[in-house]
C-alpha cells in the first residue's frame, strides 16, 4: 500500500496530492528526486515499483523478508538496500515491537518498504520538508531523515526497558523471589534489542563513509554519536539482567535450602516420636495378649506396677539417655 509519494526539487515539495508509480518514475528524468513511502506492499506492488525503478530483484526479496540485523547492500546503478530495524514500547502489554525499514536510495529515487506498526516514518518526512536546506543534498538527507527517527525511537525503548529491570532487580535483591519467566522474558526482549541497535553501527559507519564532502556529515556523525550511546545502554541492560538472573537463582536455592530444612526438622520430630512410641506400643501389645501366664499371674496390682508400668517406664528411660549421647554427640562435632 502506498503511504505517500512525493516529488523534490530545489529543497521543497513539488506538489500536492497522490502520485502513481509511473508518475513519480517519470518524474526521476526532471532533477531532484522521488521519495516513495511504502506500506507491507503485497507481491504485485512491489513488482510494479520494481519494473518501474530499475531494482534488483535481490533487493526486492530482502525488502520482503523479515531480517534480525540491519545492513546496507550495494547494487548495479548506484542504487543501495539499507535495512534498518525499528522498535516501539508497548505500555499495556509491556512488551517491545519491532518493525523494519527497507529503504532503496538511488541517485533520483527514495523508496521506503515498512514492515509491522513500529515502522511509521510520517515525522521523518514532515520534519525533513521543513528543513529545505537540508533536502537540497539529495537522497542522502531521506536517509539521513530516516535514520534520525529511528533512532531517536529507541531512547523510550531503553527507558522503558530500564523501569522493567529496575522493577525486577529491586524484587530479587530485597531477598524474594522473582518470577524467573519475566527475567528470561526481559533478557529475551534486550537481546533482540542489542541486535536491531548493535550492527546499527557499522552501517551508519558505512554511510558517513559515503556522505563525506557534504553538507550532511554533520548530521550522520550526530545520529551516529545517539546510537553510540543507546548501543552501550543496551549492552549493560544485557549484562544486568544476567547478573539479576543469577541472583534470582541464588534466591531460589536459598529458599529451597530453608524448606528442606524445615521439613528435615519436621521428620527428626516425628521420628522420635515414632521411636517413643515404638516400645510402648510393644508393651501394650504384648500384655495386651490373652496367654494364661498372664492372665494367671497378673493379678494384683503390684504385679501389674511392675511388669506393666515398669516395662512402659523403662523403654522411655533408655531412648532419654540415647537422645541425650546423641545431642552432645553432634554438639561435639559442630565444636571441631
Excluded at 507491507?40 to 515499483?49: C, D, G, I, K, R
Amino acid at each position: 500500500m502506498i503511504i505517500d509519494c512525493a516529488y523534490y526539487r530545489d529543497g521543497h515539495r513539488q506538489h500536492v496530492g497522490p502520485m502513481s508509480v509511473e508518475d513519480a518514475a517519470s518524474r526521476c528524468q526532471e532533477g531532484g528526486f522521488v521519495w516513495l513511502g511504502l506500506f507491507e506492499p503485497t507481491a504485485a506492488e512491489l513488482e510494479q515499483v520494481s519494473k518501474s525503478f530499475g531494482l534488483h530483484e535481490l533487493a526486492v526479496e530482502d525488502a520482503q523478508t523479515f531480517h534480525l540485523r540491519p545492513k546496507v547492500e550495494p547494487y548495479e546503478g548506484d542504487i543501495r538496500l539499507v535495512i534498518l530495524r525499528t522498535a516501539r514500547y508497548d505500555d499495556e502489554r509491556e512488551e517491545v515491537d519491532f518493525g523494519e525499514v527497507s529503504v532503496f536510495v538511488g541517485p533520483a529515487f527514495v523508496i521506503t518498504v515498512r514492515q509491522g506498526v513500529a515502522s511509521e516514518l510520517h515525522g521523518a518526512r514532515t520534519r525533513l520538508e521543513q528543513r529545505p536546506e537540508l533536502l537540497e543534498n539529495g537522497t542522502n538527507s531521506v536517509l539521513w531523515a530516516i535514520l534520525d527517527q529511528v533512532v531517536d525511537g529507541y531512547g523510550p525503548v531503553v527507558a522503558e526497558l530500564e523501569r522493567d529491570i529496575e522493577q525486577v532487580e529491586a524484587t530479587v535483591f530485597a531477598g524474594s523471589v522473582a518470577p524467573t519467566e519475566r527475567i528470561y522474558f526481559l533478557r529475551r526482549e534486550v537481546t533482540d534489542f542489542y541486535r536491531a541497535v548493535h550492527p546499527l553501527l557499522a552501517v551508519l559507519a558505512n554511510l558517513e563513509r559515503g556522505a563525506r564532502n557534504t553538507g550532511l556529515l554533520p548530521y550522520f556523525r550526530d545520529v551516529h554519536d545517539h546510537l553510540v550511546l543507546v548501543n552501550e545502554e543496551v549492552a549493560a541492560q544485557r549484562d544486568l539482567l544476567a547478573t539479576v538472573l543469577e541472583a534470582n537463582m541464588a534466591v531460589i536455592s536459598v529458599e529451597q535450602t530453608k524448606v528442606s530444612v524445615q521439613q528435615n526438622a519436621t521428620i527428626e520430630q516425628l521420628t522420635i516420636l515414632a521411636t517413643v512410641f515404638l516400645p510402648l506400643t510393644f508393651v501394650t501389645g504384648f500384655f495386651g495378649q490373652n496367654f494364661g501366664w498372664l492372665v494367671d499371674h497378673v493379678n494384683k496390682l503390684g504385679d501389674f506396677l511392675a511388669l506393666g508400668l515398669g516395662g512402659l517406664a523403662i523403654p522411655c528411660i533408655a531412648l532419654f539417655i540415647w537422645f541425650r549421647r546423641q545431642r552432645g554427640t553432634r554438639s561435639a562435632r559442630a565444636g571441631i
